[in-house]
């Protein structure tokens, strides 16, 4: 099972960028697809990104294409969401995850996905 560890949020003024890095640890990340999820106060945990074990491969929510790039870096068993022209909708608390399980590639569903890191919280002012 992949342990995963998030970084790299914070406060970020509307229209800046940040990147979110995930650390995972475990023999098998490269062999995983792996995806973001986002969490805002009072509201459900939704889909940000996913990208394809050998990195070949991405899938965005539709509000976060454009501005959001999924990649890895599977020499240094980490992925990472670079995030520009952040709005105020997009504070959240942002959580890693490994998936989604074979055969579910292209889902948006918190059940398809397996571990999940902690979280790193964004907070995008106004």
């Known amino acids: 099972q992949v342990q995963l560890v998030e970084s790299g949020g914070g406060l970020v003024q509307a229209g800046g960028s940040l990147r979110l890095s995930c650390a995972a640890s475990g023999r098998t990340f490269s062999s995983a697809h792996m995806g973001w999820f986002r969490q805002a106060p009072g509201k459900e945990r939704e889909f940000v990104a996913a990208i394809s074990a050998n990195g070949g491969s991405t899938y965005y929510a539709d509000s976060m294409k454009g501005r959001f790039t999924i990649s890895r870096d599977n020499a240094k068993n980490t992925v990472y969401l670079q995030m520009n022209n952040l709005k105020l909708e997009d504070t959240a608390v942002y959580y890693c995850?490994?998936?989604?399980?074979?055969?579910?590639?292209?889902?948006?569903?918190?059940?398809?996905?397996?571990?999940w890191g902690q979280g790193t919280q964004v907070t995008v002012s106004s």
């Open positions: 995850t490994s998936g989604p399980v074979k055969g579910q590639w292209g889902t948006t569903r918190t059940s398809d996905f397996g571990s």
